[in-house]
């Protein structure tokens, strides 16, 4: 519902026109969810972004599957917090989101707050270049790439070319 709720500026009143793109930075922060427990929905069949950031989140908000199995393309870095929920996988319908890191550029972060990211990742983008900051948890499919693990916990790999340097 990017008309009403994908503002330009923090709290701002001037929204957005379409969906985010491969280009355009999200940003969800303080003014983001007025009220306890908000969700955002992943309802659609494939969502972009370029960098995704939740650190500035209040009120605990859930980061939920919608109502189809989704993909989100991540082309830039990836920020959870720790005040919020995640919920990739919704056990009683079987909707997923399925994250394919696409960053084809050095200096990208992965932040998850020690989530369980519940869901399946695709590193794909040729030349990308993905520092972890922290845990990351789920099944991982690494294609192409470099990941630096940055000394932390990696669960699930699947390793299917690109390289992975750990410490």
Known sequence: DYANHWATISGGQVFHITVPSPNDDVFFDGNSFPSV????????TLIYCHDMDWSGVINNPTFLAGNTNSALKIYGSL????????????????????????????????????????????????????TLMDSLKADINFNNGTL??????IGGLYFGGGSLYLG
């Not at 427990?37 to 659609?44: A, E, G, H, I, L």
């Not at 960053?103 to 869901?119: H, M, P, Q, R, V």
């Not at 630096?148 to 916990?153: K, L, R």
């Open 37 to 44: 427990n908000d969700t955002v929905y992943v309802d659609s």
């Open 148 to 153: 630096y693990s940055g000394n932390q916990y």
């Open 79 to 130: 920020t959870l917090s720790s005040n919020m929920n995640l919920n990739f996988y919704d056990w009683q319908s079987g909707n997923s989101v399925t994250i394919y890191f696409e960053a084809t550029t050095t200096g990208k972060t992965i932040t998850t707050a020690n989530l369980d990211l519940n869901s399946y990742l695709y590193f794909n983008g040729i030349s990308g270049e993905w």
